[in-house]
């Protein structure tokens, strides 16, 4: 038996890419910027486009050639645990302010970091509303 397993980084980023920009009201406060339509996967990762909210970069995803990478940029506790739920693999990045990376290895995988990103939402959704309050 044949099993079809999409492991080209490229494509799982931009399979990614659709989602969160398909999903209108889930992900309104998202969008995707800075893509690099050019992009070459390498085996330490090529950034080939960010996520955004409020014009703020959230989240960056780069390809490597069998998988994709997310780095979360803000939120790093609640994307990982979200991540986490899904079984995705997850590794904190110790840098100033911390990361959180999330490996995307096949295309399914993509379905999989959904509530990562709708977690992400929902704390900077919360952290507006605290802003809001502050006034």
Excluded: C
Aim: charged share 35%.
């Amino acid at each position: 038996m044949v099993v079809d397993r999409l492991a080209d980084g490229k494509r799982i980023a931009q399979l990614l890419a659709s989602e969160l920009t398909g999903h209108e009201e889930t992900f309104a406060l998202l969008s995707v910027v800075d893509a690099d339509t050019d992009v070459e996967p390498t085996d330490d990762g090529a950034l080939a486009y960010a996520v955004a909210a409020n014009d703020d970069r959230v989240a960056e995803v780069y390809v490597q050639p069998d998988r994709a990478r997310v780095e979360f940029l803000t939120h790093p506790d609640v994307t990982a645990d979200a991540a986490s739920e899904q079984d995705l693999r997850v590794r904190p990045k110790a840098v100033r302010p911390p990361r959180t990376l999330v490996f995307v290895e096949d295309g399914a995988q993509v379905k999989w970091i959904l509530p990562a990103f709708r977690a992400l939402v929902e704390a900077l959704e919360r952290d507006d509303e605290g802003d809001e309050n502050e006034v």
